[in-house]
């Protein structure tokens, strides 16, 4: 029942930047952490960062000083700012959240991964 929907993606040159959008809908108590990860053709996933509902956030060590992860609680939404983009960037980006919602009538843990949105980075 929780949706997670990403926005903001596209195709941008070497040291453009971009934001990325998450927002979560459903009958949701409570998010205790939203993230992104990202993952190319051929490659493992990967987490790119992460951020609690209190603010503490993480950041994989390829994109700190060029990522800021930032979220919105009363709108259930995450932003990932992207700057100094590299083609190594070039991924399709997923959007994940894990907490408490009602499901069914009942409470329910979840974690939930959105469809993805692709960053694609020219050289």
């Known amino acids: 029942q929780v949706q997670l929907v990403e926005s903001g993606g596209g195709l941008v040159q070497a040291g453009g930047s971009l934001r990325l959008s998450c927002a979560a809908s459903?009958?949701?108590?409570?998010?205790?952490?939203m993230g992104w990860y990202r993952q190319a053709p051929g490659k493992q996933r990967e987490l790119v960062a992460r951020i609690s509902s209190g603010g503490t956030t993480g950041y994989a060590d390829s994109v700190k000083g060029r990522f800021t992860i930032s979220r919105d609680n009363a709108k259930n939404t995450v932003y990932l700012q992207m700057s100094s983009l590299k083609p190594e960037d070039t991924a399709s980006y997923y959007c994940n959240a894990y907490g408490i919602a009602i499901v069914g009538g009942i409470k329910q843990s979840y974690d939930t991964w959105g469809q993805g949105t692709q960053v694609t980075v020219s050289s």
């Open positions: 459903g009958s949701i108590l409570s998010i205790n952490a």
